[in-house]
Every structure is written in structure tokens, then in C-alpha cells.
């Protein structure tokens, strides 16, 4: 029998400052202590002054009041933990590396043990805090900065076998927000919009929709989008250009998801069949319908985290952590943050859509 | 310079990238979907194939605000975003071009930096949204004031 793990988890590669405190009990059972992010109380902390919101010093006057307030809500303190964990990319230079900085130090006043969490790699176990998940399994990531099929093939052990060749889906629904008329990061109201459209209004395209595989491509689809804002003149035509638009995403999904799920089906012929969705994106409910569908057709058994663990979190990377210490994982103290840091350095090179030599 | 198809925007990469040196800035200004990252795809490609280094992945820079690429030795491509950023000051609390001496930089959405920058290259895409049509404007300051491009 293991023995009861409480962890600390940092994140700050992108836009949010976020800390958890998890624990993993002697049964095995998970529970989330605390889970604090940024964005969900920034409107409680007074910084004084306009804090440029993506910017890394935002980070860094928030990051010990998270942290402060993830141990205060875990009823914990710091000697209760039994190792740190922080982000170590990928993602922003500079973002990263006050979460990193913060958790090392930490731990080397603890003299408790620090692992450095690759990012994809928190996204790609949280399904496994709320459900007891076996390896291997599918995972579609979809946020703002990645949007990536992976086989999971256990802790540290990933196989990219899909990726989107120019946008990730996240920022393809932040942009189209954006030609709507809605401000940065506006992807989460296109779901709204489109509740109230027509979905066939427009017909939009599908970029490599016929090509073999699970890769992705959106950059065409935001071009065509380009040219039907610039005839739009009321908000039915916004709403049927959002339904429309969640509509064709939802096409593609369903058709890449499809080959990816025969691809893993094929290569672990007497494995369960687990499809895991993970990542911003993956709140999107018109999305989760969707992907139930297939998931259903396909025999597949599927899951979404919890919609406020899709998004960027300090509970993944804690979970990462004590998964990883689990395999006798730890990393030194000189770990340098990588904002460059692929799941799967040996994936296949892409030449993506186009770019022909 | 209009760009017809695919093949165009990489001919126009391939002559950019014959003249970009380190520390150079080219600043690609256009709105969405106007095929900034498309082009810049094709440049890394190319500054990749020209110093023999191995192709690497190219993708929207957008989220993580920078993207940087290898090349070689004494060189790295530095691919930059400024999309997501809303002041100038903004730019010096991320650090950007600190430690920028052996880059080549590539800027999208350069609106809030072009002012401080004393020599750029800038390529400016232009969609025609009716006729379908892409084109681009080339001008440039301090060196490049009189850089030209022979179709």
C-alpha cells in the first residue's frame, strides 16, 4: 500500500497564475484540497493600478498571494506537503519562470522533493484524478495554445500522433470571437452566439478535412471567416456565422477524432477503448455532446475533466507531480524552465499544409 | 506585389530570407487571416534551408507571444506575436528583446513597437476580400528605406 501524498502545485506558462494543494490518501483516493486561480478572484485582490494582464509581472505580484491562499484553503501548511510542483514549460519564458522559481524555493526551504511538470503533461492525466483511467488512452488536447492527439501510454510516456499545422483550436474560436466584434479571448462566447444561429446558414471549409490521419489545420477556415464578418451587419448574422462556425469545427473534430480512435484501436487491439478530452476547449459543450456521440458510435468510453479543470490549473500540475514522484521521479534544483517542451520530442515531423520543399 | 497562390508567398519568403541578417527586424503587418503566419512559415522554412539546419514545426505564435526557431550556431529565428498585447509597456514587462542580440525577429502585429524601432523591414498584407486577391506592400526605415524587390 502506498502511502498518503499531499503535493503542491505551481502554474504560470501562460495568461493564468494558479496553485493547488492535492492529495493522493493511502487508498488511493484523490482529493483537491484547494484549487486557486488567477482569474476567478482577481476581482477580490486590489493591486492597485492596471496590471497588464498578460504580462509576466502580473505573475509575479500574484504568485505568493495564490500560493498563500491555496495552502490557507487546503488547511495545510507548508510542512504538511510532501513535495512541490511547478510548470517547467511549455510556454512563456519569463511567465515561467516565476512559477518555477517560486515552487524551487519553496521546496528548498522544505528540503522536500521538486518535480518540474510539463504543461501538456498536466492536461494529459487530470481525467485520471476524477476517474480511475488505465493506460493506454486517447487524448484529444484542445486549448488556446495546443491542440494535439496523443496516445497516453502511461506517466512520462506519450505518443503524438495528430497536431494542427497552424492554429490551435482555442485561439481559432478566439479569433472568429474576434472578427465578431467580441474582445480577446472571446472563444467561450461563441457558444452563446451560436445557441441563437442558424447553423447552416453559412458553409464554411474544412482544410484537410480529406487527408489521411488526425491533423488539423484552421488557418483557411479564419480566412473564409474574414471574408463573411465584412458582409455581416446584424447579430442574427453574428449568431448564424458562430453556429455555422461551431458547427464546421465540430465536422472536423468529428471526422479527425474518428481516425484517430481507429488508429489506437488498430495499434492496441485488446485494450479498453478510452478517449480523454482535455483542455480549454473541451468546456465547450456542443463540443462534449458531439464527442459523446462519437465516443458512443465508436465503442469508445469517454472523458472530460470537470469543466473548471479544462483550463489552465494548479491542481494538474500537483496531480502530475504525485503521479510522476510515484514512478521515483524527482528533478534538481537547476531544472531550467523550456518554452519549447513537445510530450513527444520523437514525433513525426510536420511540413504542415503547403509548405513544400 | 500581388500573391497569387502559395507558391508566390513562398518565392516572396525565399527572397526575404536571402537578406535578413541577425539583430534585422521585419515587422508583418495585416489583419486577421490576411496570411501572416502563413508567410512566416515559408521564411523560417526557407532561413532553415539556407543554413542547413534541420525543418522545424511552425506554428501561430498567437498564445505563447513568441515562438523561436534554430539556426544554427550563432543565430536563432525569433518569431513574435504582439496580437494578444495591449500597451507598449506590455512588451518591456515580457522581457522581449533583452537578450535579442543573435536573432533574427520576425514581429506580427508590430503596431506598438514600430515607433521605437530605428531600421525594420515591414511587409504589409493586404486581403481584397471581394475579389480574393492578396497582395503585399513592402517599405522600410533606416537600411531598408530603399529595399526593393524585382518580380
Redesign the interface.
Known amino acids: 500500500m502506498n502511502k498518503s501524498l499531499t503535493f503542491l502545485g505551481i502554474e504560470t506558462s ?1 495568461d493564468e497564475t494558479a496553485a493547488a494543494v492535492v492529495q493522493k490518501d493511502s487508498q488511493g483516493n484523490v482529493k483537491i484540497l484547494s484549487n486557486i486561480v488567477s482569474s476567478q478572484i482577481d476581482e477580490h485582490l486590489k493591486f492597485g493600478g492596471v496590471v ?6 502580473a505573475h509575479a505580484e500574484k504568485i505568493d498571494i495564490i500560493i498563500k491562499k491555496a495552502l490557507q484553503k487546503s488547511k495545510l501548511s507548508f510542512k504538511d506537503l510532501d513535495g512541490v510542483a511547478a510548470t517547467a514549460g ?3 519564458l ?1 511567465c515561467l519562470m516565476i512559477g518555477l522559481s517560486a515552487g524551487k524555493s519553496i521546496a528548498a526551504i522544505l528540503k522536500k522533493p521538486f518535480l518540474a511538470i510539463n504543461h501538456l503533461e498536466g492536461h494529459a492525466l487530470t481525467a485520471r484524478i476524477f476517474n480511475k483511467i488505465s493506460f493506454p488512452y486517447l487524448l484529444l488536447l484542445i486549448s ?2 495546443h491542440t494535439q492527439f496523443l496516445i497516453v501510454e502511461g506517466v512520462g510516456k506519450y505518443k503524438r500522433i495528430g ?6 483550436l ?2 481559432t474560436f478566439d ?1 472568429t470571437a ?2 465578431l466584434g467580441i474582445e ?1 479571448p472571446g472563444g467561450p462566447k461563441i457558444e452563446k452566439f451560436a445557441k441563437l444561429g442558424d447553423e447552416n446558414f453559412f458553409n464554411l471549409p474544412k482544410p484537410i478535412i480529406h487527408h489521411p490521419g488526425c491533423n488539423l489545420s484552421f ?1 483557411g477556415l ?2 473564409a ?3 463573411i464578418t ?1 458582409t455581416i451587419k446584424n447579430q442574427k448574422q453574428k449568431n448564424d456565422l458562430a453556429a455555422s462556425f461551431q458547427k464546421t469545427i465540430n465536422e472536423i473534430l468529428y471526422l479527425k477524432c474518428k481516425n484517430a480512435m481507429k488508429q489506437f484501436t488498430n495499434q492496441y487491439k485488446n485494450k479498453n477503448k478510452i478517449f480523454v478530452i482535455s483542455g480549454g476547449v473541451a468546456s465547450n459543450k456542443s463540443i462534449r455532446k458531439n464527442l459523446d456521440d462519437l465516443s458512443i458510435e465508436m465503442n469508445f468510453k469517454n472523458f472530460f475533466p470537470p469543466i473548471e479543470f479544462c483550463s489552465d490549473n494548479g491542481t494538474m500540475i500537483a496531480w502530475a507531480g504525485i503521479e510522476r514522484f510515484e514512478k521515483g521521479i524527482k528533478d534538481k534544483l537547476d531544472v531550467i524552465a523550456k ?2 517542451w513537445p510530450l513527444d520530442p520523437s514525433a513525426a ?4 499544409a ?2 513544400k ?1 | 506585389m500581388e500573391l497569387n497562390s ?1 507558391d508566390s508567398t ?1 518565392k516572396l519568403a525565399e527572397i526575404i530570407s536571402k537578406n535578413l541578417k541577425n539583430n534585422d527586424f521585419l515587422l508583418l503587418k495585416g ?5 501572416k ?2 508567410f512566416s ?2 521564411l523560417v ?1 526557407a532561413l532553415q ?1 539556407k543554413n542547413k539546419i ?7 505564435p ?7 526557431y534554430d539556426l544554427g550556431k550563432n543565430s536563432k529565428v525569433a518569431h513574435y506575436d504582439f ?5 507598449k ?2 512588451i518591456n ?3 522581449f528583446f533583452d537578450t535579442a542580440k543573435n536573432f533574427i525577429n520576425i514581429i506580427e502585429w508590430p503596431e506598438l513597437i514600430i515607433d521605437s524601432l530605428p531600421e525594420y523591414l515591414q511587409i504589409s498584407f493586404i ?1 481584397n ?1 471581394d475579389k ?1 486577391i492578396r497582395s503585399v506592400k513592402i517599405n522600410g526605415k533606416g537600411k531598408w528605406f530603399n529595399f526593393s524587390i524585382n518580380e
Open positions: 501562460c497588464p494582464e498578460n504580462a509576466a509581472r511549455p510556454g512563456l519569463v488556446g495554445g497536431t494542427t499545422i497552424d492554429d490551435a482555442g485561439e479569433k474576434k472578427m480577446f488557418a479564419k480566412t471567416i474574414l471574408q465584412r518554452p519549447r515531423f510536420l511540413k504542415g503547403g509548405v520543399y | 502559395l513562398r489583419t486577421l487571416g490576411s496570411g503566419t502563413t512559415k515559408f522554412r534551408k534541420k525543418p522545424e514545426e511552425v506554428l501561430s498567437t498564445f505563447n507571444i513568441v515562438q523561436y496580437y494578444r498585447l495591449k500597451q509597456s506590455d514587462y515580457l522581457g486581403y476580400v480574393d
